[in-house]
């Protein structure tokens, strides 16, 4: 999907964004780890690691990354996040925003303006 | 009560919000900014909607109009009559069917986005959530949680990313 998007792009994958949200962010995070093209980045909101990996696959680089994640959220804790990624969020691209008044759910004004402000500053460069 | 930003959506044809609802709403509160979406459905077929959405924002007199096309395989939001710059490709949670992020993309801290973005929500399959799969219950899920065999699913999602 990636590179069909990128086609479209002059297949420029670093044009190419990935997001995710609870599960989503899962699957956007085990992506990042495992992709060969260089996205131009990733925003995992509520993010966590599901059980059925024990381990996230080694990467050297990864690619900038913004998690947003909400105090008040209760299906995953941010507690809980932060034990399951601990080292993942010592990773130098990425960038960690807890929301104080954010559930597990993005109607949060905030978060939504801060995940614009990293694409547009994402982009602002290229 | 004060909403300073108010979203207010108008659909032709198949109703995309609840219109009623919201008209109910804005006649006991005090709104400071209103945001404006009329639909025009371009196309109806069994399988596939497309819509192209002008905003009309009455704080800033913005204008902007997009194309967006839902499917059975999800959303695709994109600037209509202008070649996009950047791809989002955005993925929904366990359980969420993809209209669950159209008012979110489509919220006045995200529009702008449209003006250079492609934003893709992929829809999840649907499939049987608990022990080995005989869970009478389906939902839109990227995977099982419950099923640790379901990894190699997972990379086979990454890979197809």
Redesign the interface.
Known sequence: ??IQ??K??NNATS??????????????L??SH??QEKI?GAILI?AFK????DALPEKDELPPTLVIHGAKDNVKTIDEAEIDLKHYFQRPNVRKIVIDDMAHD??N?QA??I??SF??EK?AT? | MVIQ?FSYFISKGKSLFCQKKLEIQSQFLRIDKVSVYFFRQNKTSKKKFSYQMNSVSSGSCQQQTLNIQITEKGITLLPLNKP???????????A?PVSK?LN?FL?P??L??LS???I?I?Q?PKRAHGPQGKSVKRFY?????D??S??NY??K?????
């Open positions: 999907m990636i998007e990128s479209l792009l044009r190419v964004f990935l997001g995710g949200f609870s599960q989503g962010s899962f699957v956007t085990y992506a495992v992709l131009g509520s599901s059980k059925v990996v993005l109607n004004a939504r303006t995940f614009t694409l547009r982009t290229r | 930003n996009h710059k950047y791809c989002l490709i955005f993925l929904h949670g366990f969420m992020f979110v919220s801290e995200m702008s986005l250079d973005f492609k893709c992929p999840a899920s990227w995977y099982d949680p099923d640790r379901t990894v997972i990379q999602i990454a890979y197809f990313l």
